[in-house]
């Protein structure tokens, strides 16, 4: 790994941190993003990064399971990882699914205070509605999204 290419990886760690993915997770997506070839094996990682094979492994996986990374058919038994193509839009999937049950609660919430207490209901309200809105425009987004990246395919294919 050349300086430039530590720094940017070295910078996402500092990003998935701050996004309660650990440090080394971030590494390790960073170098998958911009490695040749696009796949590595475990020992690979290890070697690249720095770090333990039991924690290349480790985290290799929590991001496999977070749809961000897959293993790949290698020849021997050593396994194998690549990026996925829109690792980001499956992760904020789901992030979202806990906000319907959010919901869920506040509406159970409000329920209970039936028309009484009205301050609490005005913010259980505006909570329930913020929640709501959330999902709903978070759904918009991704579907734009994907309708966005397909053009962008699109574009591309009839520019080659």
Do not use: N
């Amino acid at each position: 790994m050349d300086q430039k290419e530590t720094e940017f990886v070295d910078r996402m760690g500092l990003v998935m941190e701050r996004l309660a993915g650990g440090r080394t997770m971030g590494r390790l997506y960073a170098w998958l993003l911009i490695c040749d070839p696009p796949d590595q094996s475990l020992t690979d990682l290890a070697t690249e990064l720095g770090v333990s094979k039991t924690m290349v492994s480790t985290v290799a996986r929590q991001l496999e399971a977070g749809g961000m990374v897959e293993r790949v058919p290698a020849s021997g038994r050593e396994h194998r990882y690549r990026v996925v193509r829109g690792g980001w839009a499956q992760v904020l999937r789901g992030r979202l699914a806990v906000l319907p049950p959010i919901t869920e609660a506040l509406g159970l919430g409000l329920a209970l205070l039936g028309d009484g207490r009205a301050e609490q209901r005005v913010l259980l309200e505006e909570t329930r509605d913020f929640f709501d809105f959330l999902v709903r425009d978070a759904d918009e987004s991704l579907q734009r999204w994907e309708e966005y990246r397909k053009r962008l395919k699109d574009d591309d294919q009839d520019s080659g």
